[in-house]
């Protein structure tokens, strides 16, 4: 056997693969386990990364992206949030996952702290362990006006070697927001203490009461501790496209761009074509899914508002429902049960962070019969196995 360093032997796949590689792409089970939905990538994104391969656009690329791509963003920036972003800020890394990879890898290491808002997708906390990085976490409660974290929490949170925070908003899994005056004092407490603050924004657009979510980079200066992650996979649906965006300090431009160079030696080329068509035309696109995801959520708020079995608060943001059922101490073997017996896939809640053992979590971006009939069965499975797991 191999030594491998402390930090990947402990490493363990997340809850939601090890549950879903069992039968992905199986035609029989109702997917609602990872985090999108079955809308197709629409066409004038598609020409326009076809248009790129017909041109021979299949070289090399830049590191931290096109320039038309790093344009068109900013231009996207600055007419969703009123902002003047220099593209020398922006960064375009294969996936949103690389982008906290890389900001993790910029500040974290052994002997470090690194502080996680929870419930929290579970590849981050990977993320900031192979950093060999201690890991800690302040959790949101879910009380009766939803999930809720005071900002005074994340700070009494702090320890003297904490080096990044990172916060998720809206949050995936429980749909939470952190709104702009608590992004204003934890950004004034991190640019005080010099912690940097990872913003994973990547569900900016996926929400229901307005136009796109507020972002750090609305209350942010130019240099502060702050680095923005985004992507393309939620808001155009572009999962498979692999497509990140980062904006970083002005002054870490050129320490990102020589750490990008260690994983990611540019994007794939003809991807980013399509992202540009994406921000330049798809407005209407965007507000289609938001529609689509208001009216998924509805249809939870349905069949799980208000059910005895379950704990189930509306969430803001996002696209998934992160229920508690009563009883529950292994949210493992009850996804796995539910798979085998009712052909639905679900998340585990274990995975999430400590204390989310007795939840599960359900993406509802898939299209309403196919989530209506998932969320029929596991219902069903609820009402008949009280106690079982
Ligand atoms: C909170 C969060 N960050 C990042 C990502 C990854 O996005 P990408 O598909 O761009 O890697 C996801 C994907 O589910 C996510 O939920």
Known sequence: MLPFKDEIEQLRQNGITQVAFKRMHDPAVIPLWFGEGDVVTPDFICNASKK??????????????RPELREALKVYLDRLYCLDIHP????????????VTIAAQMVLGRGDHGLIVSP?????????????????YVRQQLTDNGWQLEVDEIISAVKPNTRAIFVNSPCNPTG?????????????????HGILIIADEVYHRTLFDAVAAPSF????????????VNGFSKAWAMTGWRLGWVVTPKKHVVQWTALSECFNTGATVFAQMGAVAALEQGEPFVRQLQAQYRAGRDIVDQMLGGHPGVEYHSPAGAFYAFPSVHG???????VEAILRETDVGLAPGYTFGPDND????????????????????????????????
């Not at 608590?182 to 005080?192: G, H, V």
């Not at 529950?328 to 009850?334: P, Q």
């Open 176 to 192: 939470w927001m952190m709104g702009a005056a608590d992004q204003t004092r934890l950004l004034e407490y991190c640019r005080e």
């Open 328 to 334: 529950l101490r292994d949210s493992l073997a009850f």
């Open 52 to 65: 790129a391969l017909d041109e021979g656009q299949t070289f090399y690329t830049h590191t931290r992206g």
């Open 88 to 99: 020398d800020r922006i960064t375009v890394p294969g996936a949103a996952m690389l982008g």
């Open 120 to 136: 929290v997708w579970p590849n981050i906390a990977s993320v900031f362990r192979v950093t060999g990085a201690q890991v800690g």
């Open 358 to 389: 007795s939840h599960f979590r359900l993406c509802f971006a898939q299209s309403h019969d196919r989530l209506k009939l998932g969320l029929e069965r596991v219902v069903e499975f609820i009402e008949k196995n009280p106690g079982r797991f």
């Open 217 to 228: 980079l609305n209350v942010a200066q130019d240099d502060d501790p702050l680095i923005v």
